[in-house]
T-cell receptor, first 113, second 115 residues
Framework: GNSVTQMEGPVTLSEEAFLTINCTYT??????LFWYVQYPGEGLQLLLK?????DKGSNKGFEATYRKETTSFHLEKGSVQVSDSAVYFC????????????FGDGTTLTVKP | NAGVTQTPKFRILKIGQSMTLQCTQD?????MYWYRQDPGMGLKLIYY???????DKGEVPNGYNVSRSTTEDFPLRLELAAPSQTSVYFC??????????????FGAGSRLTVL
C-alpha cells in the first residue's frame, strides 16, 4: 500500500533560519503530492502541491519539488518567521482512487524570535 | 463563503452512547471525506463519498457510519462509542479526484472524548 514518511519532530528554529522538512513516499501509481499546514486549533489548509515529476510547488516562501527518482517531496523555506510555527503534513493522493489519500504523521515546527 | 462547517466543535460521550458529527460544505464539491487525527499522528480516512447517494469505506471504518443524501451534507454517525474513538475528527471536501481538482478543503475539526 501507499505510505508517507516525514522527518520526525519537533523542530525548533530561530527566526530567519533555513527550514527543511523531509518527506518520502511509496505509491503504486502516479500520485499528486501535497503539503498541508495546521495552525493551533484549526483544520488543515493547503500550503502547496505538485502533480507530476519535477513539478515545484511554492507558496508563502515555501517550496517543494516532486522528485520521482528519490520518491521525495521535501519542504524548504529560506527564512522562517515566528508566524510559521505550526504542524506540517506531507500527503499524497492517487488520482485513480478518491479514497487513496495518505498522510504523514506531521512535523511540529516552532520558530523562536 | 463558509467552506466546510463542522458541528459540534467539542463533545464528551459516555461509553456506549451514540452521536452524529455534522458536516456541511457550500462549495458544490462532489467529494467529501471524514478523517480522524490521533495525537501525534497523521490523518486516517474513515469514510468518503464521491457524490450524493454514494459512500465507501476508508482505512478505519469500524464503529462508524455515514450517509450522503445531498451534495452539501455528509454526517458521521458513531454507534456505541468506545474510548478508542477519542480523537479529533475532520471533515473535508474536494471538487474531484484528479489533478487540479483533488485539493482538500478541511473543516475546523470536532474534538470527541469518550469516557
Amino acid at each position: 500500500g501507499n505510505s508517507v514518511t516525514q522527518m520526525e519532530g519537533p523542530v525548533t528554529l530561530s527566526e530567519e533560519a533555513f527550514l527543511t522538512i523531509n518527506c518520502t513516499y511509496t505509491a503504486t501509481g502516479y500520485p499528486s503530492l501535497f503539503w498541508y499546514v495546521q495552525y493551533p486549533g484549526e483544520g488543515l489548509q493547503l500550503l502547496l502541491k505538485a502533480t507530476k515529476a519535477d513539478d515545484k510547488g511554492s507558496n508563502k516562501g515555501f517550496e517543494a519539488t516532486y522528485r520521482k527518482e528519490t520518491t521525495s517531496f521535501h519542504l524548504e523555506k529560506g527564512s522562517v518567521q515566528v508566524s510559521d510555527s505550526a504542524v506540517y503534513f506531507c500527503a499524497l493522493i492517487e488520482g485513480a482512487n478518491a479514497g487513496k489519500s495518505t498522510f504523514g504523521d506531521g512535523t511540529t515546527l516552532t520558530v523562536k524570535p | 463563503n463558509a467552506g466546510v462547517t463542522q458541528t459540534p466543535k467539542f463533545r464528551i460521550l459516555k461509553i456506549g452512547q451514540s452521536m452524529t458529527l455534522q458536516c456541511t460544505q457550500d462549495m458544490n464539491h462532489n467529494y467529501m471525506y471524514w478523517y480522524r487525527q490521533d495525537p501525534g499522528m497523521g490523518l486516517k480516512l474513515i469514510y468518503y463519498s464521491v457524490g450524493a447517494g454514494i459512500t465507501d469505506k476508508g482505512e478505519v471504518p469500524n464503529g462508524y457510519n455515514v450517509s450522503r443524501s445531498t451534495t452539501e451534507d455528509f454526517p458521521l454517525r458513531l454507534e456505541l462509542a468506545a474510548p478508542s474513538q477519542t480523537s479529533v475528527y475532520f471533515c473535508a471536501s474536494s471538487r474531484g479526484q484528479f489533478s487540479g481538482a483533488n485539493v482538500l478543503t478541511f473543516g475546523a475539526g470536532s474534538r470527541l472524548t469518550v469516557l
